[in-house]
């Protein structure tokens, strides 16, 4: 049994070291490239090199090509994994050094301002982290003022918007009621206009009606004459002739 176990033993120690050459030799192919300009393919190389064996070189190798590429978002992946990754404090240093250009050209300042506070912390003789946690404080602070005019001019234009809608709707309801008026001041015009037209009818029917009875009147009148007048001539027949005078 103790056999089997040691044989076991040498065998992964052979498949981890067969995968170490492998990444290595996989690395060295990725720094040529690198240090050609053929980042694409220095890329390749050095995700080969993960694949066989993650370390703090091979993901911090892999940053750099990909910060080269503006992938800034991986990059700052690759240097994070890199970061927690066994090694110097120099090599941690510059994983976190490289982090926080990362996320400066993110304009993750706040971020940046971290990572450069772990790099000083691992080499505090690197006076280039020391000038960029510096910037990226400066940085920081003018994101924030920004940041604050730029809530100071959203928030007047939102007050802006709510007082011409406030100013709209008040209009909206001046109209509506200026309508209201309106109309009502036509129906009563149409009423009055209506009611007029019903006096002057009656008016006239009164007068019409006064000239009908006036002349039934007339007629009264006229036939009661007749009366008299007939009543007179029967009186006037009805009397002695004189006698004669001789």
């Known amino acids: 049994m103790t056999k089997v176990i040691s ?24 720094d040529s490239y690198y240090t050609s300009g053929d980042y694409a393919i220095a890329e390749e190389a050095y ?20 910060y080269q590429q503006q992938r800034l978002e991986e990059a700052v992946s690759q240097y994070e994994a890199a970061s927690q990754k066994s090694g ?11 982090l926080g250009n990362s996320l400066v050209n993110s304009q993750e300042f706040e971020k940046a301002a971290e990572a450069y506070k772990q790099s000083i912390m691992l080499n505090p003789d690197d006076e280039d982290a020391r000038r960029n946690l510096y910037l990226s404080k400066l ?32 209009q909206e309801s001046q109209e509506q ?26 008016e006239q029917e009164a007068q019409e009606m006064t000239k009908e009875d006036a002349e039934k009147l007339l007629q009264v009148i006229e036939n009661e004459e007749k009366k008299v007048q007939e009543k007179l001539r029967k009186v006037s027949g009805s009397k002695n002739k004189p006698k004669k005078d001789w």
Not at 7 to 30: P, V
Not at 150 to 167: A, L, S, V
Not at 177 to 202: H, L, N, R, V, Y
């Open 7 to 30: 044989s076991l033993s040498i065998l992964l120690f052979m498949c981890s070291s067969l995968m170490a050459q492998e990444a290595h030799k996989a690395l060295r192919q990725g």
């Open 47 to 66: 995700r080969k090199a993960v694949e066989k064996e993650s370390t703090l070189k091979t993901q911090y190798n892999l940053g750099n090509t990909l």
């Open 88 to 98: 110097t404090n120099l090599e941690k240093a510059n994983a976190y050094y490289n």
């Open 139 to 170: 940085m920081e602070q003018k994101q924030q003022e920004q940041q604050q005019e730029q809530e100071q001019e959203n928030n007047e234009q939102q007050d802006q918007q709510d007082q011409n809608q406030e100013q709209s709707q008040d």
């Open 177 to 202: 009621q200026d309508q209201q008026e309106s109309d009502q001041e036509q129906q009563q015009s149409d009423e009055s206009q209506i009611g007029d037209e019903e006096d002057k009818a009656q």
